[in-house]
């Protein structure tokens, strides 16, 4: 079939993502075509636009956060059939590697081929555009209306569920909330820190808000989204700096400072790492979820704080989350009133106004803007 997509030729400062006409091949074995109902528009497809990923095959077809329906499978397709509903995971799950089998499914093996931009069965592409085959970004591509991916990256979920905020679980939403909920270790009555809240530090905020922190700071520059934070998501303070953050959390604390911070802004950097470690005390605990340009090595630590203070520094992929368990999770407690999505989308857009998309998350405009597909 023949269907437009917002394909990237060449990464770049000035690079776009253009609409082209390309052809979608059937799945293949144990592969689902999905109709796609909406695409979060994430900050790690703006890490794509720009270059902060080390591999060199395009064209690529962008998008990653994703929900539809089934309308097509393999025929070695075991665990889904036509007419589920899913939700597209960036992170496959196999469920009989190590890391599946020991609960990390986040870390499944099957993420090595993840920026391969072939498909995991027989490492061929579904997408073509003219004379080329058309990567798809994490193995996903749903900046299209419709996409071809391995049974092992769609998680099945409730029908009664609203696709086009089930799409934002695909990634932004997992992520932030396990983020703080999970790879924290967060306990009652702690008090918390989230430094960023775009698409994933709002979702951090209603992680700590639920895991049961009892003073949650939410910082960032944009006033709008810590406000919002205050709210709408649970948070109980913003700050608009971490410097100022500091001074905020050593007068909640008596000194002591906080016990837990997710560092989630746009661009990860080493240099922050030493000021957010500042705004934590005694074992307290950073998780690192930002995504850092490929090629970053350094990073500014007191090494001397971190060892006497036994403070721990951790990366976190997907929120510690594991997608099968942990996607229909978050989306019973949407369902149920106790995590909010409605609220996270700012603004809709049409598959032609990607572009326009990421402008207003780099301007600060949005929590999260979403492509809805009209079929």
Same mark, same amino acid.
Request: glycine residues 10%.
């Given at each position: 079939?023949?269907?437009?997509?917002?394909?990237?030729?060449?990464?770049g400062?000035?690079a776009?993502? #253009?609409?082209?006409?390309?052809?979608?091949?059937?799945?293949?074995?144990?592969?689902?075509?999905?109709?796609?109902?909406?695409?979060?528009?994430?900050?790690? &497809?703006?890490?794509?636009?720009?270059? %902060? @990923?080390?591999?060199?095959?395009?064209?690529c077809?962008?998008? +990653?956060?994703?929900?539809?329906?089934?309308v097509e499978?393999?025929?070695?397709?075991?665990?889904?059939?036509?007419?589920?509903?899913? #939700?597209?995971?960036?992170?496959p799950?196999?469920?009989?590697?190590? !890391?599946?089998?020991?609960?990390?499914?986040?870390?499944?093996?099957m993420?090595?081929?993840?920026?391969?931009?072939?498909?995991?069965?027989?490492?061929? +592409?579904?997408?073509?555009?003219?004379?080329?085959?058309v990567? $798809?970004?994490?193995?996903?591509?749903?900046? %299209?209306?419709?996409?071809?991916?391995?049974q092992?990256? %769609? #998680?099945?979920?409730?029908?009664?569920?609203?696709?086009?905020?089930a %799409?934002?679980?695909?990634?932004?939403?997992?992520?932030?909330?396990g983020?703080?909920?999970? =790879?924290?270790?967060?306990?009652?009555?702690?008090? =918390?820190? #989230?430094?960023?809240?775009?698409?994933?530090?709002?979702?951090?905020?209603?992680?700590?808000?639920?895991?049961?922190?009892?003073?949650?700071? !939410?910082?960032?520059?944009? *006033?709008?989204?810590? $406000?919002?934070?205050?709210?709408?998501?649970?948070?109980?303070? $913003?700050?608009?700096?971490?410097?100022?953050?500091?001074?905020?959390i +050593?007068?909640?604390?008596?000194?002591?400072? !906080?016990?837990r911070?997710? @560092? *989630?802004?746009?661009?990860?950097?080493?240099?922050?790492?030493?000021?957010?470690?500042?705004?934590?005390?005694?074992?307290?605990?950073?998780?690192?979820? =930002?995504?850092?340009?490929?090629?970053?090595?350094?990073?500014?630590?007191?090494?001397?704080?971190? *060892?006497?203070?036994?403070?721990?520094?951790?990366?976190?992929l997907?929120?510690?989350?594991?997608?099968?368990?942990?996607?229909?999770?978050?989306?019973?407690?949407?369902?149920?009133?106790?995590?909010?999505?409605d609220?996270?989308?700012?603004?809709?857009?049409?598959? &032609?106004?990607?572009?326009?998309?990421?402008t207003?998350?780099?301007?600060?405009?949005?929590?999260?803007?979403?492509?809805?597909?009209?079929?």
């Amino acid at each position: 079939m023949t269907i437009p997509a917002a394909i990237l030729h060449t990464p770049g400062p000035d690079a776009q993502f #253009v609409i082209e006409e390309v052809t979608l091949d059937p799945p293949k074995g144990p592969e689902v075509k999905v109709q796609l109902a909406a695409s979060g528009l994430c900050h790690s &497809d703006e890490h794509l636009r720009y270059g %902060a @990923y080390n591999f060199d095959w395009s064209p690529c077809l962008g998008g +990653h956060e994703g929900a539809g329906v089934i309308v097509e499978v393999g025929d070695q397709v075991t665990d889904l059939k036509v007419g589920d509903h899913v #939700v597209l995971t960036f992170i496959p799950s196999c469920g009989r590697c190590r !890391a599946c089998a020991t609960g990390h499914s986040n870390l499944c093996d099957m993420g090595a081929e993840l920026f391969s931009g072939v498909s995991v069965y027989d490492r061929t +592409h579904r997408f073509h555009w003219k004379d080329k085959g058309v990567g $798809q970004f994490v193995q996903l591509g749903t900046f %299209a209306p419709y996409t071809v991916v391995h049974q092992n990256s %769609a #998680v099945k979920i409730d029908k009664r569920v609203p696709l086009d905020k089930a %799409a934002l679980v695909g990634c932004g939403v997992t992520t932030g909330f396990g983020s703080a909920a999970w =790879a924290a270790d967060t306990e009652i009555g702690d008090t =918390a820190v #989230v430094v960023g809240t775009g698409g994933l530090g709002m979702n951090a905020v209603q992680g700590f808000r639920l895991a049961g922190a009892s003073n949650i700071i !939410a910082v960032d520059p944009h *006033t709008w989204k810590t $406000q919002l934070a205050v709210d709408q998501f649970g948070a109980t303070h $913003q700050a608009s700096s971490m410097k100022e953050a500091k001074d905020l959390i +050593h007068e909640l604390t008596d000194g002591r400072m !906080a016990d837990r911070l997710v @560092y *989630t802004v746009g661009d990860g950097l080493g240099s922050d790492i030493e000021e957010a470690l500042s705004l934590i005390g005694k074992l307290g605990v950073m998780v690192f979820v =930002a995504v850092a340009n490929s090629q970053a090595r350094d990073a500014k630590i007191d090494l001397f704080t971190l *060892t006497h203070y036994q403070q721990q520094l951790r990366g976190a992929l997907f929120g510690a989350a594991n997608p099968r368990i942990d996607i229909p999770k978050i989306l019973d407690l949407y369902m149920k009133g106790e995590v909010k999505l409605d609220e996270l989308v700012t603004r809709t857009y049409s598959l &032609d106004q990607v572009n326009q998309g990421y402008t207003d998350l780099i301007d600060g405009k949005n929590i999260r803007g979403v492509i809805t597909f009209n079929h």
